[in-house]
């Protein structure tokens, strides 16, 4: 009899919403805030995860929740993962072996065979987050001290590695090491349900004191016998724009609704703008024409690396971010890098946290009008040491509301499809419960928001991965709603739910 009475009562709740006091307005609901907000989780030197190469599963384990937990905390909504530092993984991989940052030795899995990406990714999107795996595309060894498996490409192909001061790298210059870097990328975004693949400034190796350390002639010399025209400069932007083209259409053709990013040295020539000086000239020394490939619509989303402060005239990063935004013809994302990392660091210690708040509200100011907000902090470890108060300067006031990821309209322009909702209202409390009305392959989050009593604000308060279908509020607001929100960010339309 009292499962009888149960099921009556969640009937005519589930009913109140729609026909009851509890009743679909006609009242606007504003699109929540969209910015995208993430962090780095360098594994290369045990930057940022893990702690020491060797810990135990479990530690490995808590470590990423750990950082996972203050992501969310922070209301970020996404992590850049490094899972391919050096021609290695951290995750099971049949192309490459196990990474050494990871377990202690090159090609030594981790002890209870658990996927660290797998891992990672399960646990980020429970939490509303994005994960970005973020792939070295040319790096081989790191550091020659450390061992190489001998499944590694240092040891199987040592023809397409060059040396670059005290690392090793694939030389761009061959297809074979094309193939590689578009192989393995596309076997992860085959086999893991990233949100994006992303690529950093590591394109032709540094020059240090502006000298070349590399030596590609050889390479050279057979792309000169065998007919070549374009000078040795050219020739090494025409290698690393070609895996750039190569890279964006195999992602897209495996799965159009990742998105494609790369982190490029922030300044894209010296004297560009006018006022603008650097000690390496990306374009030229490394081979990166980045600014061709923001242009071309060759990435989803473009994210220089501006480090240096506001007030530091020769590198102005409010100058940069002006500049860069001028570049963006095809309104594709812009999510400059930001020097978290730096504040009070050896290397500048005047930086704030403020500093890091003032650069994300020059961010928001150029970028508004240039297909959306968006910043990186590098790197997590700043977030974790809380670096001069960084994280309550954030979460009390630059990030003091929830935001989505932008939507890339490029992708798809399909919105999908309205879930249904009901309420109920038990001890004080609220549950919404709502259901698909619509196939669901397509969408990546539920987006709940609420209005309080009394009150004209709308706020999102929960991001929630697909498979959840409840949410309860402590207490009752004035006004929810439930959206559906698909894996390139379109947002279903909203009816306003009145509860008081």
């Known amino acids: 009899m009292k499962l009888l009475a149960f099921a009556l009562l969640w009937t005519c709740a589930s009913l109140s919403a729609q026909t009851g006091p509890y009743v679909a307005s006609r009242e606007d609901v504003p699109e ?27 530690q490995q384990r808590a470590e990423m929740v750990a950082l996972l937990d203050l992501t969310q905390q922070l209301r970020m909504n996404a992590v850049i993962f490094q899972v391919r530092p050096a021609a290695d993984a951290l995750y099971h991989s049949s192309i490459e072996p196990w990474s050494h940052w990871l377990t202690g030795k090159q090609g030594r899995a981790p002890s209870d065979g658990y996927d660290p990406l797998d891992f990672t990714i399960r646990e980020a999107h429970k939490r509303g987050l994005e994960v970005h795996a973020w792939f070295n595309p040319y790096r081989a060894r790191a550091n020659q001290k ?69 030596n590609d002639s050889a390479a050279y010399n057979a792309y000169r016998s065998s007919g070549g025209r374009m000078a040795v400069t050219e020739w090494r932007r025409d290698n690393v724009n070609t895996l750039v083209q190569r890279l964006h259409r195999s992602i ?27 000690g390496a000239d990306a374009f030229e020394h490394m081979a990166a024409d980045s600014r061709t490939w923001l242009r071309q619509g060759w990435v989803d989303y473009l994210s220089p690396q501006l480090y240096w402060s506001i007030d ?35 290397t500048d210690r005047k930086r704030t946290s403020r500093e890091i708040t003032n650069q994300i509200d020059l961010t928001r100011k150029h970028a508004a009008t240039k297909a959306g907000t968006g910043h990186i902090h590098w790197s997590f470890k700043a977030l974790q040491q809380d670096r001069d108060g960084i994280r309550n300067r954030l979460s009390s006031s630059t990030y003091s509301q929830i935001s989505l990821v932008p939507d890339s309209p490029w992708l798809s322009s399909k919105s999908p499809a309205s879930p249904t909702v ?27 928001q609420a209005r309080p009593t009394k009150s004209k604000s709308w706020r999102v308060e929960r991001i929630l991965p697909i498979a959840a279908n409840q949410f309860t509020f402590r207490g009752t607001p004035g006004a929810v709603t439930v959206r559906a929100m698909t894996k390139t960010g379109r947002l279903s339309s909203a009816k306003a739910l009145q509860l008081k």
């Open 252 to 278: 897209k053709k495996e799965k159009s609704h990742v998105k494609f990013g790369i982190s490029p040295f922030g300044i894209w020539r010296p004297g560009v703008p006018r006022t603008i000086e650097a």
């Open 146 to 214: 450390v061992s190489a498996a001998s499944t590694h490409i240092s040891k199987t192909h040592p023809q397409y590695l060059m040396t670059a001061g005290s690392q090793l790298w694939l030389n761009p210059a061959h297809k074979p090491v094309q193939d590689r870097a578009v192989q393995v990328m596309v076997d992860v975004t085959k086999r893991y349900d990233v949100d994006g693949i992303h690529i950093d400034d590591y394109f032709y190796p540094y020059p240090v004191g502006g000298k070349i350390i590399f």
């Open 312 to 346: 530091q005239k020769p590198q102005s990063f409010s100058t940069l971010i002006k500049w860069w935004g001028d570049q963006n013809s095809q309104q594709r994302h812009l999510w400059p890098g930001v020097a978290t990392e730096r504040i009070k660091s050896s």
């Open 422 to 448: 009901s309420s109920r209202i038990e001890g004080g409390n609220t549950t919404l419960t709502w259901r698909a009305t619509t196939n669901t392959d397509d969408l990546r989050w539920w987006i709940v």
């Open 32 to 58: 929540p805030i969209r910015e995208f907000r993430a962090a780095w989780i360098a594994t290369v030197w045990n930057i940022d995860w893990p702690s020491r190469a060797g810990l135990s599963p479990a």
